[in-house]
């Protein structure tokens, strides 16, 4: 089982706010990234390090963190945000990477 | 921009060994963490390791035994050898640029991956 736990599933109503989680005890010494991935495709990061987008990513994308929690919240979800949510960051021993299980965003 | 493409059988026997190269191309292969990750047909990615410009590596303790990954910079290319490879093996293999290691002002770790190759398919079968 992975370090890093998510919700399997998750949906939401088009133009409404969307919470996606990821939880792990790593995550109280390190950031997780998200990464977005539409079938066939390979995934894309969409938020790093506190709350960084890179360059092309909407702004309706952002980070939070809490305590052994990660969340990313798509304000005004919209239809192309439907798609699998990796989160990444490092394990509890702190030397190697790990992802969690991922969850799937269903815009409704 | 830089740019990662997967090359390799996309059959492997079962017990043999699973050989991937990832050609970079758009920019240089020093820095950065030079990476594969995995992904089992419905599951979720699983990392696989990295290795530095150096030639220092970091495995996966689930595969370790098994994994060794290379570089030759001066073909921008880095490589993935999987040994002993049973079905449970089969995935979409991806080789993945690592972002340097960042610390925020609290001290606080970051890091990301990108960009990724497309992926490429490996079936473990006979």
């Known amino acids: 089982s992975s370090e890093l736990t998510q919700d399997p599933a998750v949906s939401v109503a088009l133009g409404q706010t969307v919470r996606i989680t990821c939880q792990g005890d790593?995550?109280?010494?390190?950031?997780a990234s998200w990464y977005q991935q539409k079938p066939g495709q390979a995934p894309v990061v969409v938020i790093y390090g506190e709350n960084n987008r890179p360059s092309g990513i909407p702004d309706r994308f952002s980070a939070s963190n809490s305590g052994n929690t990660a969340s990313l919240t798509i304000t005004g979800a919209q239809a192309e945000d439907e798609a699998d949510y990796h989160c990444?960051?490092?394990?509890?021993?702190?030397?190697?990477?790990?992802f969690g299980g991922g969850t799937k965003l269903t815009v409704l | 921009q830089v740019q990662l493409q997967e090359s390799g059988p996309g059959l492997v026997k079962p017990s043999e060994t699973l050989s991937l190269t990832c050609t970079v191309s758009?920019?240089?292969?020093?820095?950065?963490?030079w990476t594969w990750i995995r992904q089992p047909p419905g599951k979720g990615l699983e990392w696989i390791g990295y290795?530095?410009?150096?030639?220092?590596?970091s495995y996966n303790p689930s595969v370790k035994s098994r994994v060794t990954i290379s570089i030759d910079t001066s073909k921008k290319q880095f490589s993935l050898r999987l040994s002993s490879v049973t079905a449970a093996d089969t995935a979409v293999y991806y080789c993945?640029?690592?972002?340097?290691?960042?610390?925020?002002?609290?001290?606080?770790?970051?890091?990301?991956?990108?960009?990724w190759g497309q992926g490429t398919l490996v079936t473990v079968s006979s």
């Open positions: 993945v640029r690592g972002s340097g290691e960042y610390y925020d002002t609290r001290g606080y770790y970051y890091g990301w991956f990108d960009p």
């Open positions: 758009g920019g240089s292969i020093s820095s950065y963490y």
């Open positions: 290795i530095y410009n150096t030639g220092s590596t």
């Open positions: 790593s995550l109280r010494r390190f950031y």
């Open positions: 990444n960051s490092r394990d509890s021993s702190g030397y190697h990477q790990v």
